[in-house]
């Protein structure tokens, strides 16, 4: 072998051990590796955690939008949040006459940006405390953060709290959550 192989294969090396570490860089969701070169739905269906919010953006005709470019903020409910729910409610919203309220609240979901936890931080600190966004849905949230931790209120005071913070996409980013928000209107 001549050194111009020895330090092709040298620099092939170091860029598949940097593309391994890019991938390992996002944390574990729902039992499964998050890969920053994945979209949102790509991701998504790999989570144990995200079975009921994978089900209702298949049911809501949303898998084609979240696949898209973006970028794309979503605000993902973990199973236990819409388990969380008052009995029923998953299993209405579910059905095919649902599908517009489904996809308003899916989309109260989804933020029009890329927002990382230290973007949210920055845009809280910057306005005196607390931040509102508009969402694909029309909601508004109110995003705080206090302590390293940040939160998200909806139109109805339902607080969620981001449990798993910065999972990149090729097509954004997901902030794990431990609530469902909904739109005032909704429930």
């Given amino acids: 072998m001549n050194f111009r192989t020895l330090t092709l294969a040298a620099m092939l090396s170091v860029s598949a051990l940097s593309g391994a570490a890019f991938a390992?860089?996002?944390p574990m969701v729902g039992?499964?590796?998050?890969?920053?070169?994945k979209n949102i739905i790509e991701n998504a269906v790999n989570?144990?955690?995200?079975?009921?919010?994978?089900a209702a953006v298949k049911a809501a005709g949303l898998v084609e939008t979240l696949s898209g470019e973006g970028p794309f903020t979503v605000l993902a409910p973990v199973n236990a949040a819409f388990d969380a729910l008052p009995e029923g409610?998953?299993?209405?919203?579910?059905?095919p006459e649902n599908k517009e309220m489904l996809s308003t609240i899916l989309a109260c979901h989804v933020i029009p940006a890329k927002a990382l936890s230290t973007d949210i931080v920055g845009m809280v600190e910057a306005d005196g405390g607390e931040h509102v966004v508009d969402t694909v849905g029309g909601c508004k949230l109110t995003l705080k953060a206090a302590d390293g931790k940040v939160?998200?209120?909806?139109e109805n005071g339902t607080?969620?709290?981001v449990t798993i913070p910065d999972v990149i996409q090729s097509n954004g980013v997901i902030h794990v959550i431990d609530?469902?928000?909904t739109p005032k209107s909704a429930m």
């Fill in 159 to 161: 607080v969620a709290n």
């Fill in 151 to 154: 939160t998200v209120t909806d």
């Fill in 89 to 95: 409610t998953v299993e209405t919203l579910l059905k």
């Fill in 31 to 37: 039992g499964a590796a998050m890969f920053a070169d």
């Fill in 47 to 54: 989570s144990a955690d995200h079975t009921t919010l994978v």
């Fill in 24 to 26: 390992q860089d996002n």
């Fill in 179 to 181: 609530a469902v928000l």
